[in-house]
């Protein structure tokens, strides 16, 4: 496959922006190599400056799970946008998607719009500070929450202690207030509670992991946490960012039956454009300048056009349905490809909920961070690279989830099969 007008953009990207690109994952660094330069995306495919066909499973990271350019979405987007694309004024579409949140998602009584998910998740821990008026937040390892300051915490060598900034920049004093617990060990939550329980204003998680590939909640996680929380006084914040109208239209909270205190959403609710939201119980909401003292605010919060994209999303989902079909093509995808790798003598590990799943290179089980670090991340860059070459585009990380859209048809997977299968001949 020739790259050419890529590898062009790419040296050109390099001498404005840092790194080429807008983002860090973009630049393939984890898969070595060069990125591509898309041109265009239609339904589950997307195009690249060269010309060159791809299925992908990126789908821009998780929003876009009716594929791209869905005709019914990108004729709103132009109806509203013709209109004016912002005002800073209330507008009608976003009390239309206000109501609509609130309808699915079982915790969510009232919601403020922001412009990604980063915002949501650094203002939905404000909110948790100041209604608490306590300063601990307990994260845990391989959770990602965007690039919040204090949220960049890595765990070290897994010793559960105060947080180390996970980057430069970020002073000491910013993650001091940061405690690291593990995924899917409950103990590691009692004991930080037990000894800053008094000081801890809120627990964040991605109930259903999927930044670090992804992994499931085990039976009675959830729950033992919401348990904890409310004992101490703690609000539970679910970051459900990507798990949000796609492990089902309520969410993971709906799926696993747990109300956490405050919601954080972005990727699907913005249909493509950039927005995020934080909501919960109205009592806690109330806390929320302009009504309560907790400050947050955006010049381009609740705009209309991505009002748009996002409340026409919804619309589709709610009146489709497609959650079954989602979990039936990510199933047979994953059963079907283990099978390949069986037969190819590769051990892997597929983890998978709903329509996000992830192929680790690793015997597994994968229930942790831990699990998943083990994956042999060398190898899954030379199967990158082959199924790129094939057609298929998977995320060039390891530690990143594969998305289903409602556009990938069974020849879509047909042929996904049949890249993997010849991917494995060559790594
Ligand atoms: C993507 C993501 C974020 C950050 O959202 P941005 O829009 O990139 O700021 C936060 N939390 C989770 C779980 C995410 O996957």
């Not at 876009?64 to 709103?76: K, N, Q, T, W, Y």
């Not at 594969?402 to 556009?407: C, I, P, Q, R, T």
Request: net charge negative.
């Amino acid at each position: 496959m020739k790259r050419e007008r890529s590898a062009e953009l790419y040296e050109k990207a390099k001498r404005f922006l840092p790194g080429g690109v807008n983002s860090p994952v973009r630049a393939f660094k984890s898969v070595g190599g060069d990125p591509f330069f898309v041109k265009e995306g239609r339904g589950s495919k997307i195009y690249d400056v060269d010309g060159n066909e791809y299925i992908d499973y990126v789908c821009s990271w998780g929003p876009l799970i009716l594929g791209h350019a869905h005709p019914e979405v990108l004729s709103f987007v132009k109806e509203v946008a013709e209109k004016g694309t912002s005002f800073g004024i209330p507008c009608e579409l976003e009390v239309s998607m206000a109501e609509a949140v609130v309808e699915a998602v079982p915790s969510i009584e009232k919601v403020r719009f922001v412009n990604s998910g980063t915002e949501a998740t650094m203002s939905a821990i404000r909110l948790a500070r100041g209604y608490t008026k306590r300063n601990k937040v307990v994260k845990f390892e391989g959770c990602y929450h965007g690039h919040v300051d204090y949220l960049l915490v890595k765990a070290g060598s897994g010793v559960l202690t105060f947080g180390i900034p996970g980057t430069p920049g970020v002073p000491e004093d910013f993650a001091r207030h940061t405690l690291l617990a593990r995924f899917n060990d409950l103990s590691s939550v009692e004991s930080l509670f037990e000894k800053y329980g008094e000081d801890i204003a809120c627990v964040i998680l991605e109930p259903v992991m999927g930044n670090a590939g992804v992994i499931p909640p085990k039976e009675g996680f959830l729950q033992g946490l919401r348990e904890i929380t409310e004992r101490y006084g703690a609000l539970l914040i679910f970051d459900e960012v990507i798990t949000g109208f796609r492990v089902s239209y309520g969410g993971a909270q709906k799926l696993y039956q747990v109300e956490p205190d405050l919601t954080c959403l972005g990727k699907i609710i913005g249909g493509g454009f950039p927005v995020g939201a934080y909501g919960g119980r109205a009592e806690i909401m109330d806390h929320v300048a302009p009504d309560g003292p907790v400050y947050q605010a955006g010049t381009l919060s609740g705009n209309p056009v991505a009002m748009a994209a996002g409340l026409k999303t919804l619309e589709i989902l709610r009146r489709d349905n497609p959650y079954e079909e989602l979990e039936r093509k990510r199933k047979r995808l994953a059963d079907e490809a283990k099978r390949l790798f069986e037969a190819k003598g590769i051990p892997v590990w597929i983890n998978g909920v709903a329509s996000m799943s992830c192929i680790f290179f690793t015997e597994g089980p994968v229930e942790t961070y831990d699990d998943a670090v083990k994956s042999d991340t060398k190898l899954y860059s030379k199967f990158f690279w082959a199924l790129l070459e094939n057609g298929v585009y998977f995320a060039p990380s390891q530690f990143e989830a594969a998305f289903v859209s409602v556009a990938h048809t069974d020849k879509d997977i047909d042929r996904t099969l049949y890249a993997i299968e010849a991917a494995l001949k060559k790594i």
